[in-house]
């Protein structure tokens, strides 16, 4: 079960990194950092993935336990 806890981490970790990231570039991309900083861009991104992953929880879940009930 600790390993599943630290796999699961560390992937949300490495994707919400990359929803920040990813958020700012659309806002670059989209010329809107002339109006609005992309930090705040990066910012929106990331509180949309965590709303995502907290919404749909019993999911993310059940497909980070699939492959250990295969074993």
Excluded: E, H, W
């Excluded at 560390?10 to 919400?16: L, Q």
């Amino acid at each position: 079960m600790l390993i599943l806890t630290l796999l699961g981490f560390t992937f949300f970790v490495a994707v919400g990194y990359f929803a920040f990231n990813f958020s700012q570039c659309i806002g670059a991309f989209t010329r809107l950092d002339k109006i609005i900083p992309t930090k705040i861009f990066g910012l929106v991104g990331l509180l949309t993935y965590i709303y995502l992953v907290y919404v749909n929880q019993d999911v993310v879940l059940t497909a980070l336990k699939q492959p250990l009930a295969n074993l």
